[in-house]
């Protein structure tokens, strides 16, 4: 509603120009980053106040009238891959946060910018069209010291006019040059009642996800209501011959949870690194939502369609060199719906250590009924529920 930016060009590219941070001699960048920390402010009280409108992007996506940017948004079933439209949500993500922060007497900015949470992405319309053009709009909606929520909505060119196809929220986190401490972001002032909701949403979002830390399952024991589903569960595959606690038998129409995985490997060239010489958060997101696709496609046997993606938490960066483990596991099945989680971790070949990076949560529906999925033990029992959680606040959403 304030401004207009148009680029053919990809917004991860368009995100490096922006920065000023395009090396080939990436040593050299960080060397140059260093000296930016003595402009960082010492608190958020030496920020001036920004408004909404002053991170307000307007991005176009010319699939419609440039064939040749066409064909690396294409599929082999002529859609659109939805890995590369979340490249260009954590891109633009980026983007918006970096124009809260500007600062016009600095050439450069101090800060670095990086996404540490996917809160949600929830798609208004399910197709994507490969030769109609796209619109990414997206502003700040809230603050807190370091952090930044950053609202996206996407949608495309059909019939004369745009249509909305999802709305996503991002949240970043500002750290210093080096990106080895947090700093200090300008502070928000909300002009107007619809300005003033956003804002007060925002803290409610910050609300929900510390009330979904405290009551993960990985802190606490399930609820009642939980406890009576996994023991239903487990009633249900008991053999009835034998009335043992170890002999289980698959009902009909069902499938073991250990049978509906699928893993992938990445090694991490330089290629897809970002100024950090860490690899493109994008880049993983794209890779994760390909596996989880392709494993709700094998398991619902049909093409799937997201419904949403959700609570993506970014928790230690990839180095370059990694071994990028991948591990896709459907969750929880109701009806024609598949929960499915991508586990993400690096293994260091050197040190023989795995370090958990991401997990992330997509949320699919096939066009036809899918198997029940069955957990055989208390950690994929503890997985179903997690999965089951998920899926509700999607339905809730």
Same mark, same amino acid.
């Given at each position: 509603y304030y401004a207009s930016i148009f680029f053919t060009l990809s917004l991860s590219f368009v995100l490096l120009m922006l920065v000023n941070v395009v090396h080939s001699d990436h040593q050299q960048a960080m060397a140059e980053r260093v000296s930016l920390s003595s402009m960082l402010a010492k608190s958020q009280n030496d920020l001036p106040a920004k408004t909404m409108k002053d991170s307000y992007l307007e991005v176009h996506l010319p699939l419609g009238s440039e064939p040749q940017l066409r064909e690396k948004y294409l599929t082999f079933h002529n859609t659109v891959r939805f890995g590369r439209i979340l490249e260009d949500l954590d891109s633009l993500a980026v983007l918006i946060s970096y124009s809260h922060t500007y600062n016009p007497e600095l050439k450069r900015s101090p800060l670095s910018i990086v996404t540490a949470l996917v809160d949600k992405i929830d798609m208004r319309h399910h197709v994507i069209y490969p030769d109609c053009d796209i619109k990414f709009t997206g502003h700040v909606t809230w603050v807190g010291n370091t952090s930044i929520e950053a609202k996206m909505h996407m949608s495309q060119f059909r019939e004369g006019a745009y249509a909305p196809v999802l709305d996503a929220t991002f949240v970043m986190v500002a750290r210093d040059p080096e990106n080895k401490r947090a700093a200090f972001v300008n502070p928000l002032n909300p002009q107007g009642a619809e300005e003033e909701k956003l804002l007060q949403e925002g803290e409610a979002n910050k609300s929900r996800r510390m009330g979904m830390s405290r009551a993960s399952l990985l802190k606490v024991a399930p609820t009642a209501e939980e406890r009576k589903i996994v023991h239903s569960l487990f009633l249900n595959t008991l053999d009835t011959q034998t009335v043992s606690f170890r002999s289980r038998i698959l009902p009909p129409n069902s499938v073991w949870m250990q049978d509906a995985k699928l893993k992938g490997l990445e090694i991490c060239?330089?290629?897809?690194? /970002? $100024?950090?010489? #860490?690899?493109?958060?994008?880049?993983?997101?794209?890779?994760?939502?390909?596996?989880?696709?392709?494993?709700?496609?094998?398991?619902?046997?049909?093409?799937?369609?997201?419904?949403?993606?959700?609570?993506?938490?970014?928790?230690?960066?990839?180095?370059?060199?990694?071994?990028?483990?991948?591990?896709?596991?459907?969750?929880?099945?109701?009806?024609? /719906? $598949?929960?499915? #989680?991508?586990?993400?971790?690096?293994?260091?070949?050197l040190t023989r250590q795995h370090n958990t990076t991401n997990v992330f949560h997509f949320t699919f529906v096939s066009d036809r009924d899918v198997p029940n999925i069955i957990p055989e033990t208390y950690g994929e029992s503890m997985l179903y529920l997690d999965g089951k959680r998920h899926f509700n606040q999607t339905v809730e959403h």
């Open positions: 060239h330089p290629q897809e690194r /970002n $100024i950090f010489n #860490r690899i493109f958060g994008g880049f993983l997101m794209r890779k994760a939502y390909e596996l989880g696709w392709a494993n709700a496609c094998s398991f619902g046997g049909c093409r799937p369609t997201l419904l949403a993606v959700d609570d993506i938490l970014f928790q230690k960066p990839v180095e370059i060199g990694s071994l990028l483990l991948l591990s896709s596991q459907v969750c929880y099945t109701e009806g024609k /719906n $598949i929960q499915v #989680r991508v586990h993400s971790e690096v293994f260091d070949p």
